[in-house]
């Protein structure tokens, strides 16, 4: 528009100024100057030569800001949206380009663009826009439920003319956060309240489905959705802590109990042990006396008795006297007369001391 009305004054001055040169001149020929009577007019042609000069010179203007005009530059990772009088004609990548003077060029970005959903922007990167306050949603039981989100989406760059011209170049806010906003309170109302947090990235997923599917029809790419965070009433969450204290408690019983029948199953199989031990050992003394009532006869009976009675190693200290004699036996010969099958003789008798 500047260019325009620019071109149209000094055209019309150059105009003017050609049409205009011999009157101005003949003019200043016969103009009289009673204050100096010595002045003389220029010549006629001198005066034609610079009017029409001025003309020229105007028109060399037009031309030198028409050609400077015409180059415009498109940054990286942006495209050309070409105006002309106020319609959206077509669009450009990026780089040096050409355009008519009579028509405008505004740059539009098809670079990712992170948009935040926060009550908290202090926390927001640089790079990142806020384009809203946080997510307001609900769970199934009604309970307030506050997300922090952030949205990455990148336009189409051969569709941006047809985004410019249907809705506008601030698309973003006219069409993202008000989808966003619908969509996290239709996926988080399917879940209960204590089940939102565990859910959070099918809910994640999900929402960023749908952003994407209703965004494609303007040609707007969905990069990626994050959940920073999820909140609840402080009312909820002092509940939930509660549950979370008395569950705890719950299962440090349990394991009390689990511990206590533990320790008692333990000393039951230690009884059963002991007692199958004495009853492996009944069993086998059982056995062996079994063994050892077999075994003996009445000369086995015997001779155990005279071992125990009159052996080296018997404690037992006493002599045998037979009736009417004056002699001691000594108990060994007895010994070695019964172990041999014969009679109780002593193979040398001993004198007894008067």
């Not at 010549?43 to 050609?67: E, N, Q, Y």
């Not at 926060?118 to 307001?136: E, H, I, Y």
Request: charged share 20%; aromatic share 8%; no cysteine.
């Amino acid at each position: 528009m500047v260019w325009i009305v620019g071109v149209l004054v000094l055209v019309s001055l150059a105009v003017i100024l050609w049409l205009m040169a011999e009157p101005i001149a003949k003019a200043i020929q016969q103009a009289e100057r009673p204050y100096d009577p010595s002045f003389q007019a220029p010549p006629l042609r001198v005066v034609k030569s610079v009017a029409r000069g001025i003309s020229l010179a105007l028109i060399g203007v037009v031309v030198v800001w028409t050609v400077f005009s015409s180059f415009n530059q498109v940054p990286a990772g942006h495209v050309g949206v070409v105006y002309e009088f106020g319609a959206i004609v077509t669009q450009t990548d990026d780089g040096l380009q050409v355009i008519p003077p009579w028509r405008s060029l505004q740059n539009a970005s098809v670079q990712v663009q992170s948009f935040a959903f926060t009550d908290d922007p202090s926390n927001v990167p640089p790079n990142v826009t806020v384009l809203g306050k946080g997510l307001a949603s609900f769970s199934k039981e009604t309970q307030d439920v506050f997300i922090n989100a952030r949205l990455d989406i990148q336009v189409s760059p051969r569709d941006v003319q047809k985004l410019y011209r249907e809705v506008g170049p601030d698309y973003v806010n006219k069409i993202v956060p008000q989808r966003v906003t619908q969509i996290f309170k239709d996926e988080t109302v399917r879940f209960s309240t204590v089940d939102i947090a565990p859910n959070r990235e099918a809910i994640r997923e999900a929402v960023e489905e749908r952003i994407d599917g209703e965004l494609e029809a303007f040609s707007i790419d969905v990069v990626a959705l994050l959940i920073d965070t999820i909140d609840f009433q402080p009312e909820f969450k002092n509940a939930i802590e509660a549950k979370q204290v008395a569950t705890q408690e719950a299962l440090r019983e349990e394991e009390l109990v689990l511990k206590a029948q533990f320790e008692a199953q333990q000393q039951i199989e230690l009884a059963k042990g002991e007692a199958g031990a004495l009853i492996e050992t009944a069993e086998g003394q059982a056995e062996a006396n079994r063994l050892l009532d077999a075994s003996l006869t009445d000369k086995v009976i015997q001779f155990k008795a005279l071992e125990l009675a009159f052996g080296p190693d018997s404690p037992i200290q006493f002599a045998l006297l037979p009736t009417g004699q004056g002699l001691i036996i000594d108990p060994s010969t007895l010994l070695r007369s019964v172990s041999d099958g014969g009679s109780l003789i002593a193979e040398e008798p001993v004198a007894a001391t008067p």
